[in-house]
């Protein structure tokens, strides 16, 4: 069996492999650009989207060997091959050999298609890894589609009450996901700069949005703002008399998310 060590990330041994540690390492690889796998290491292995999000999110020197989905390289005779692992826009697993045997570590990961994020796709291994933040046999989500529809409605009754809906989501992932959600609703979204951000370089890979604004303080009327959970009870929002906000999060499952988030 493939030697495996946890230690603030996953350690192999052999191959001298980091996978998503915590701290800076000489060779890692970086499954996805959210702030919890990031950090400033000599080297790193990952997707040609990631390594863009980094360019914006964690500038600095660094060599990177940027990988395309499905094909098998050799990186310090590593045998490796990245493939799609849905969670958000360019996440990778990673899947390896060492001697005779196969590991595939997932990262985070996600089953249902998005529409922000490519299709995971899988590689039968000896040993599977798995990150699995809802794990837990009660995080058993309703319909995408079911989800959607309350989303939509929460922002057109808010609307109609002559109130500024407010969806808090990552500005990397969750926000790029809603805002493909409210394509066809009828709605105007707009971005808080980190969210527009991070937006505009999906665009640049060829991802498609619905019509949207970036974030202008006087002309919020009429519009759905979509910020980063950072934003709550920031100067930004305070000064929006009549709002609703809601988070568009997994954890809602929980039932004292409201509290936890102070959201409506």
Known sequence: MIEIHYERGIYLPQPDLWLDPWEAKRLAFVSHAHSDHIAP???IIVSERTARLLERRMPGDRAEHILPFGEKRTVHGIDLM??????IFGSAQCFLSVGDETLLYTGDFKLRPGKSAEQAEWQQADTLIMETTFGLPRYRFPPTE???DQIVSFCHETID???VPVLLGYSLGKAQEILCSLDGAGLTPMLHGSVYQMTRIYEQF???FC???RYKPND????VLICPPSANRSHMLEKIPRKRVAMITGWAVDTNVVYRYQVD
């Open 41 to 43: 290491h000599e080297e």
């Open 82 to 87: 990245l493939l799609p692992a849905g969670h």
């Open 146 to 148: 079911e989800v959607v």
């Open 161 to 163: 009450a002559d109130g």
């Open 206 to 208: 060829g991802q498609s």
């Open 211 to 213: 019509k949207y604004v």
């Open 220 to 223: 919020v009327a009429g519009k």
